[in-house]
């Protein structure tokens, strides 16, 4: 399967849209916004997981990089509340679950096998700091190494932000509304620039919140099993 695997091009898509799609544990359904591969695969999506529901028991072969978008995501490890940025690198496993519900945006298969951070961000009480020479942007550097940037930003009303000169870039939006390209894409809005391309984007009249990941465009390559 292939959903937006053509990484020369932009996608830009207003996720709350789509339709969702069941996935074969029951209770748990997705928007496929990139894919490469079957239900193994290099992937981001965003799941939704019903009161009750859960996965069996897995290894992570590839990685599992997540934002909690609603509610609260469980697994033997503890509870994640809405604003958690949480990194599971290669040959982790749990069992994920949530008792009450909630919605992640989790991307699969992308991680360097020598990055071995597990990691838990609470981004709802972290303390961002204005960027020089970007008015109007607080940012907060939630991971950096050589082929990946991941960032939390927030942009005052009319900022106007230019990114994709480090390898292109992967924006969601948390809360506020962003434009780009003429089009208006508010909460859960996901964006996707390629390499070699810099491209403008403006915040709505509201402060806006967005995540923001960079130099993993370069090298797309599917899981080998």
């Known amino acids: 399967m292939k959903i937006n695997a053509n990484f020369d091009e932009a996608v830009a898509i207003h996720t709350q849209a789509m339709a969702w799609v069941p996935s074969p544990m029951a209770g748990v359904d997705r928007r496929m916004l990139d894919r490469i591969g079957d239900e193994v695969a290099r992937a981001t999506s965003i799941v939704r997981y019903a009161p009750g529901s859960r996965f069996s028991e897995h290894t992570h072969s ?11 995501f469980q697994d033997e490890h503890g509870d994640y509340p809405a604003g958690t940025y949480v990194r599971n690198p290669v040959g982790t496993h749990h069992i994920p679950r949530s008792d009450d519900g909630c919605t992640i945006f989790v991307k699969l298969w992308q991680f ?51 990114l994709g000169e480090d390898g292109g870039a992967e924006l969601l939006v948390l809360s506020g509304a962003i434009t780009f390209e003429g089009e208006v894409y508010g909460k859960h809005g996901w964006i996707r620039i390629p390499p070699a391309e ?27 099993v």
């Not at 590839?62 to 609260?72: A, K, N, P, T």
């Not at 960027?131 to 607080?138: E, F, M, N």
């Open 62 to 72: 590839g990685g599992e990089e997540f934002i909690v978008l609603e509610g609260v």
């Open 112 to 162: 360097d096998p020598a990055d071995q951070d597990q990691l838990a961000i609470d981004m709802n009480s972290a303390r961002l700091n204005s960027v020089p020479d970007v008015p109007g942007v607080s940012q907060l550097v939630l991971l950096e190494s050589a082929d990946e940037l991941v960032l939390l930003e927030e942009w005052q009303p009319g900022t106007v932000r230019k």
């Open 198 to 224: 810099i491209r403008e984007f403006a915040a709505g009249t509201g402060e806006t919140r967005i995540w923001i990941k960079t130099r993993h465009l370069s090298d797309v390559t599917a899981p080998t």
